[in-house]
Each structure stands twice: as C-alpha cells, then as structure tokens.
C-alpha cells in the first residue's frame, strides 16, 4: 500500500490544521492507520490510530487526547487528523503509518508498521 500525506504548515499555537493521508493499492479496512510524529532530535511517537474492528476503534496519545481527532473516508480511503488547540510542543514532522500485523498492545510502536508516508511538516510558533 502506498500512502500519500499532505496539509502541514505553520500554525500559531491555539490554532488548527488538518492533515490528510491517501492511500493507494489496498483497503484501508484491512489494515491498523494512523499517524506519528517525530520532532528534531527526538524518536518517531505515536499520536493517534484507527484499528480494524471492535467497538473502540480510535486510540490517542496522552499528550493529544481532546485536541486531536482521527478520522476516515472509505470512499476516498483517506485518514484525516485534525488537530485543534495547536502548541509549540506539537511541531514535527508527521507521519501517517499503516499495519496489517498489530495487536492492541503494539498498535503504538513505530517499528511494528510496514507502510509509511513520505511525512508532513507541521510547525507551531508561539
């Protein structure tokens, strides 16, 4: 699967963006997708996901939890993050990720995804 991500840019802290990820060659319903994030000098960490099946299909961050909403369009197979309430601490590069091979308990881990897109670039001044 190939997967396209777009809508970073600068933002003042308080306000908002929305990044968009498409995918391309399979389903998105097979797969765990969502994103993370790497700001300079710091490891790639988990933000948010939305895991095939069961009732509670989206997962967040601590850190994220109320400013940010992960969601989906089937049509279009495309994963959306709006981020809402920005801080500086946000700004990073973003990645949306995807996994066919997960658990609930890896489901946060960066190295347990084989598809990446390219990351998008979201920075937040104060």
């Known amino acids: 699967v190939q997967l396209q991500a777009s809508g970073g840019g600068s933002v003042q802290a308080g306000g908002s963006l929305r990044l968009s990820c498409a995918a391309s060659?399979?389903?998105?319903?097979?797969?765990?997708v969502g994103w993370f994030r790497q700001a300079p000098g710091k490891e790639r960490e988990f933000v948010a996901i939305?895991?095939?099946?069961?009732?509670?299909?989206?997962h967040y961050a601590d850190s994220v939890k109320g400013r940010f909403t992960i969601d989906r369009d089937n049509v279009k197979n495309t994963i959306y993050l709006q981020m809402n309430s920005l801080k500086p601490e946000d700004t990073a590069v973003y990645y949306c990720?995807?996994?066919?091979?997960?658990?609930?308990?890896?489901?946060?881990?960066?190295?347990?995804?084989?598809?990446w897109g390219q990351g998008t670039l979201v920075t937040v001044s104060s």
């Open positions: 990720a995807a996994s066919a091979r997960v658990i609930m308990s890896t489901m946060t881990l960066a190295d347990y995804y084989d598809y």
């Open positions: 060659g399979r389903t998105f319903s097979r797969f765990f």
């Open positions: 939305w895991s095939r099946g069961g009732s509670n299909r989206y």
